[in-house]
């Protein structure tokens, strides 16, 4: 399960996601893929695909934050917005698809991202 956290002026603080890494065959390469934000990256490796998906992850909150389009975006997405003493998003569930595969092939990870107030 993904969460973002906010601060009380609406700043992210906290990001946690869902990452799905998975082999594709074709290629022989592994792919990071985030559903709920719709981020991606690959590697030759787990390792480096998980270390080109932080990359990417980190660019496209610094990106959204920067130009005030993360709240719209997750809407978007399918995220929902919780109030609580701070505010809280949830987002869609992963697909099935993604959950059926067999397990030799992906695995779930859950990346958290600290974010500068």
């Given at each position: 399960?993904?969460?973002?956290?906010?601060?009380?002026?609406?700043?992210?603080?906290?990001?946690?996601?869902?990452?799905?890494?998975?082999?594709?065959?074709?290629?022989?390469?592994?792919?990071?893929?985030?559903p709920?934000?719709?981020?991606?990256?690959?590697?030759?490796?787990?390792?480096?695909?998980?270390?080109?998906?932080?990359?990417?992850?980190?660019?496209f909150?610094?990106?959204?934050?920067?130009?005030?389009?993360?709240?719209?975006?997750?809407?978007?997405?399918?995220?929902?917005?919780?109030?609580?003493?701070?505010?809280?998003?949830?987002?869609?569930?992963?697909?099935?698809?993604?959950?059926?595969?067999?397990?030799?092939?992906?695995?779930?990870l859950?990346?958290?991202?600290?974010?500068?107030?």
């Open positions: 399960m993904a969460t973002l956290t906010t601060d009380h002026r609406g700043r992210l603080t906290k990001a946690q996601v869902e990452v799905v890494l998975v082999l594709d065959e074709d290629s022989g390469q592994y792919v990071a893929y985030c709920a934000l719709e981020v991606s990256s690959y590697g030759d490796t787990e390792e480096e695909a998980q270390a080109a998906f932080d990359d990417a992850l980190a660019i909150i610094k990106d959204t934050t920067e130009r005030g389009t993360l709240d719209q975006l997750l809407l978007a997405l399918g995220w929902r917005l919780l109030k609580q003493p701070e505010p809280l998003y949830e987002p869609p569930r992963l697909p099935l698809a993604l959950l059926n595969q067999p397990a030799k092939r992906r695995r779930i859950t990346e958290e991202v600290l974010l500068p107030a």
